[in-house]
């Protein structure tokens, strides 16, 4: 069973940073990607950010502000989240899983992190 945890979220002003890490332990597959969704109120989840093996893909509304990185000594997956806006507040997701071609199946999942973004 692979555990995921969050951590690193809160709340920031307008044009602020956070970093969320998460934390992984328990069983890990070789060659799966880590990524990061979000989950507005009200709506589904969308992809903010996914990694693997160096590889990464962004969703469009974040690209130049969030970067996604891995520390694989340490099954550690980070989302650096630069000049936030309102529109991002949100709770976010780490989760891992397959990613092939233009698809990415998370099949597992952490509990969450909010992150408010408001002045």
């Known amino acids: 069973q692979v555990q995921l945890v969050e951590s690193g979220g809160g709340l920031v002003q307008p044009g602020g940073s956070l970093r969320l890490s998460c934390a992984t332990s328990g069983r890990t597959f070789r060659g799966l990607a880590m990524g990061w969704y979000r989950k507005f109120p009200g709506t589904q989840r969308e992809l903010v950010a996914i990694i693997r093996d160096g590889a990464t893909k962004y969703a469009d509304s974040v690209k130049g502000r969030f970067t996604i990185s891995n520390d694989n000594a340490e099954n550690t997956v980070y989302l650096q989240m630069n000049n936030l806006k309102p529109e991002d507040t949100a709770v976010y997701y780490c989760?891992?899983?397959?990613?092939?071609?233009?698809?990415?199946?998370?099949?597992?999942w952490g509990p969450g992190t909010q992150v408010t973004v408001s002045s």
């Open positions: 989760n891992t899983g397959p990613w092939v071609g233009d698809t990415y199946n998370p099949a597992y």
